[in-house]
């Protein structure tokens, strides 16, 4: 199932992320405690029982409050394969992805049938088409709840601010200085940070940082070396590329590298 992705913490004091977003379209569920989730401009407290729900390439962190404990789930759905699934269930008009205007649900059906599931995918007995239908199921009843909850348009990003992250997406394993961004936009380097922050949520250089990591991610995913991995990105060393890659996913790489291989091993065995 490589459009999908589990995770499971059972003390989220152990682990604080910066400020990133994911490619993926994620749910993540409080089974314990309490965090604070900051997503785009939106600051707010969840607590055991509430479900969040993250649009692919929003900002947001989730992080424990007065170092209290907290356990979470969290689901990572493919973008492009969960389009694919509201727009065969005719909540799209076209398969072309659409924001989901929901950003917490605290109804207690869907928190239980996220837990069946997250239950159901770490269960090793389990087979894999029930695992499939499982997430299928439950995702399907979701987004027909949130079928109307379209998020409202963002505000329109300048086209010379658009063009800039785009080089920066296609430039990520580069060092971009910030006179040549300067360079590209005509801003000065103050107003080019506010004003790309003001949109993105993050500066230029982090909004860099965070797809190097997106890219990291997805080669490990391949089964790349780290060693292999850290370098292709841009990182100028091993330690540099697990010392941010740690920050932002709050696992190391090879923690997140021996769970895929974990996975592929034990479908293999059930096949």
Known sequence: MPHVELRMVSDGREVCYAPHSHA????????????????RDDRCQVAAGDLVLMN???????????????????????????TALRYQLGFLDEPVWEDIGTAVVSESRFYDGYSQ?????????????????AVIEYLSGL?????????????????????????LDEN?????????MCLRTGYSSGHLIRSFKQYFCL?????QINRRIQQGQAALKQGSSIVDVALTT???????????????VAATPNQYRQSLLSNKVNSAQHK
């Open 24 to 39: 993926q379209w994620s749910i993540g569920a409080i089974t314990a405690g309490q965090s604070t989730f900051c997503y």
């Open 56 to 82: 692919p390439g929003w900002v947001h962190a989730c992080n424990p409050i007065d170092n209290q404990p907290w356990a979470y789930l969290m689901l990572y759905i493919d973008a492009e394969w969960l």
């Open 117 to 133: 599931v997250a239950s159901c995918l770490l269960n090793s007995e389990v087979g894999l088409s029930e695992k499939q239908s």
């Open 143 to 167: 987004m027909r709840c949130l079928a109307d909850k379209r998020s409202l348009p963002l505000e329109k990003v300048p086209v010379v601010l658009r063009d800039l992250a785009d080089y």
């Open 172 to 180: 990520a394993a580069v060092e971009v200085a910030l006179e040549e």
């Open 203 to 207: 500066t230029p250089h982090a909004y």
């Open 234 to 248: 841009g990182f100028t060393d091993q330690p540099h590329f697990q010392r941010t890659f740690k920050r932002v």
